[in-house]
């Protein structure tokens, strides 16, 4: 596998920074999670290769659009805060549009792909 010169972010870097919002409303969808609890649901269902390493920021901006809440804050059995959020119903409406777009432009790149 050819390797890139390291000149800032990666391939990889950009197309996650992408799809990190994406799926993390897929996980909400189903239920509410903590973020420890969303990387490692992301890890285990893509057999460890996919992960997000700065989780917050995700949430914070999908917070700020008003598609994301936190919804609740427990104490956990040592004394930290644990606080679950949830998708709105303006976050499952930006989540099907964007789950459309996505397909779209993959079904258009494996065009180009195979041209």
């Avoid at 010169?5 to 992408?18: I, L, T, W």
């Amino acid at each position: 596998m050819a390797k890139t010169k390291k000149a800032g972010h990666s391939f990889e870097d950009y197309f996650k920074r992408a799809l990190n919002p994406m799926l993390v409303l897929v996980l909400l969808k189903e239920e509410s999670m903590y973020v420890y609890q969303m990387q490692q649901e992301l890890k285990r269902r893509s057999g460890g290769t996919y992960t997000i390493s700065l989780l917050y920021p995700v949430l914070y901006r999908l917070e700020e659009q008003g598609y994301v809440v936190l919804s609740q804050q427990q104490i956990t059995e040592d004394n930290r805060v644990r606080g679950y959020y949830s998708i709105t119903p303006e976050g499952l409406e930006y989540l099907e549009h964007i789950k459309e777009v996505y397909r779209d432009l993959c079904q258009a790149v494996e065009i180009i792909l195979q041209s």
